[in-house]
C-alpha cells in the first residue's frame, strides 16, 4: 500500500514522465505502467511462494517421509510452467514497447518548425519563416500550439547534449555537427518543465528549459509580440542605458532588434524582461539583472558571458533599459 502510495504521489505535476500532455509521452507512460504493474505482481508472486515453501512446505515435509520423490515429479511441471509463463510475460513487454516505438516515431503533417540549439548552457530557440524579417529567436523557453504538430530541428556547436520535457516527449540527444528531429504533439495547455539530460559541463544541472502549450490565439498574439523590435526607450536613464549596451562590449555578443545589436554569441536580448528567468537562474528583475551584467559567475560558475565593470551609473541605466524590453 504504502508502494503505491508513495507511486503515485510522484506522478502528477508539470515535470513529470507520468502525467502525460501529449500523445508521444502518453505511449511512454503506458509501457512504463504496464512494466510497473507485472513487476509489482511478479515480485508478490515470488514472496508468496517463497514463505508457502519457507513454512508451509515445510511442516508438509517434515510430517510425509516419502514427499521428496512426489515432489520431484510436482517440480518439474513447476519449472517448465514457469518458463511457459516467462517467456508469454516478455513477450507482451516486447509487444508493448515495440508499439511504444512506432507511435514515438510516427510522423504527420508539420504545423511548426523550431530549430532549437543547445549551448552551454543555454538553449536557442528559433522560429523559422520563409520571410527573413519575421524569424523569431528567443531564449530558454519554448512556446507551442496545442494540438498542433511541432518539428524541433536540434543542433548543438559545443557538446552533447540531451532535450527531456517529460510530459510532452523521452529523451532526444543533441549532437555537436548533426541534425537531431524531434516531434512535439501536445493535447492540452500548460506550462512544462525540461531539463539536459545528459552531463555536459559546470552548469549542466542549471541548463533547463520551459515548454509552453497554449491555444492557437494564444500563440499567434506571443508570436506577433516576439516579431515587434525592441520599444523605443522613454525616459533620459532608459535611453542612456540603450546608449551604454550600444557603446560597450553588450553589442559583441548579443541581438536587440531595432538597434545596431545583431551579435549571435549569447542570448537575443529583444524580449528579455519577459522571460521568467536572468541567465536561466535568477528570478526576472532589475537587481538579478545588475547582479548577472556586474558578474555572471557569482551567479553561474563557468558561464560564457565576462563580468563587466561599469560605473554605478551607467548600470543602473543599463538595468532600467532592460527592463524595458518585455
Ligand atoms: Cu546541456 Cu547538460
Do not use: W, Y
Given at each position: 500500500m504504502a508502494l503505491i502510495l508513495a507511486a503515485s504521489c510522484g506522478c502528477?505535476?508539470?515535470?513529470?514522465?507520468?502525467?502525460?500532455?501529449g500523445e508521444h509521452a502518453a505511449a511512454i507512460s503506458s509501457t512504463w505502467w504496464l512494466y510497473f504493474w507485472t513487476c509489482t505482481a511478479i515480485y508478490f508472486l515470488v514472496i508468496v511462494v517463497v514463505f508457502w515453501a519457507m513454512f508451509f512446505r515445510r511442516r508438509q515435509a517434515l510430517q510425509t517421509p516419502d514427499l521428496e520423490n512426489r515432489s520431484d515429479r510436482g517440480a518439474s511441471v513447476v519449472v517448465v510452467g514457469s518458463v511457459v509463463v516467462t517467456v508469454v510475460i516478455l513477450f507482451v513487454l516486447l509487444i508493448s514497447d515495440y508499439t511504444s516505438g512506432r507511435a514515438l516515431a510516427s510522423q504527420r503533417e508539420v504545423d511548426v518548425t523550431i530549430k532549437l540549439k543547445a549551448h552551454q548552457w543555454w538553449w536557442e530557440v528559433q522560429y523559422d519563416d520563409p520571410?527573413?524579417?519575421k524569424i523569431v529567436a528567443t531564449a530558454n523557453e519554448i512556446h507551442i500550439p496545442v494540438g498542433k504538430t511541432v518539428k524541433l530541428r536540434m543542433t548543438s556547436p559545443d557538446v552533447i547534449h540531451s532535450l527531456w520535457i517529460p510530459n510532452l516527449h523521452g529523451k532526444r540527444d543533441i549532437i555537436p555537427g548533426y541534425e537531431t528531429v524531434l516531434y512535439l504533439h501536445a493535447n492540452r495547455e500548460g506550462k512544462f518543465e525540461g531539463q539536459c539530460?545528459?552531463?555536459?559541463?559546470?552548469?549542466h544541472a542549471n541548463m533547463r528549459i520551459v515548454l509552453i502549450a497554449e491555444s492557437q490565439q494564444k500563440f499567434d498574439v506571443w508570436l506577433a509580440h516576439q516579431r515587434q523590435p525592441a520599444p523605443e526607450p522613454k525616459t533620459d536613464q532608459e535611453r542612456r542605458g540603450r546608449q551604454v549596451f550600444l557603446d560597450?562590449?553588450?553589442?559583441?555578443?548579443h541581438t536587440i532588434q531595432g538597434t545596431d545589436a545583431w551579435a549571435s554569441?549569447?542570448?537575443?536580448?529583444?524580449?528579455?524582461?519577459?522571460?521568467?528567468l536572468v541567465g536561466n537562474t535568477s528570478p526576472m528583475s532589475g537587481g538579478s539583472l545588475a547582479g548577472w551584467v556586474a558578474d555572471p559567475h557569482s551567479i553561474?560558475?563557468?558561464?560564457r558571458m565576462p563580468p563587466h565593470a561599469f560605473e554605478p551609473e551607467d548600470l543602473r541605466a543599463l538595468t532600467s533599459y532592460l527592463e524595458t524590453l518585455k
Open positions: 502528477h505535476g508539470n515535470h513529470s514522465a507520468l502525467d502525460p500532455a520571410d527573413p524579417s539530460a545528459e552531463f555536459c559541463g559546470l552548469q560597450t562590449t553588450c553589442i559583441m555578443c554569441v549569447g542570448p537575443d536580448l529583444t524580449h528579455v524582461a519577459g522571460r521568467p553561474k560558475p563557468g558561464v
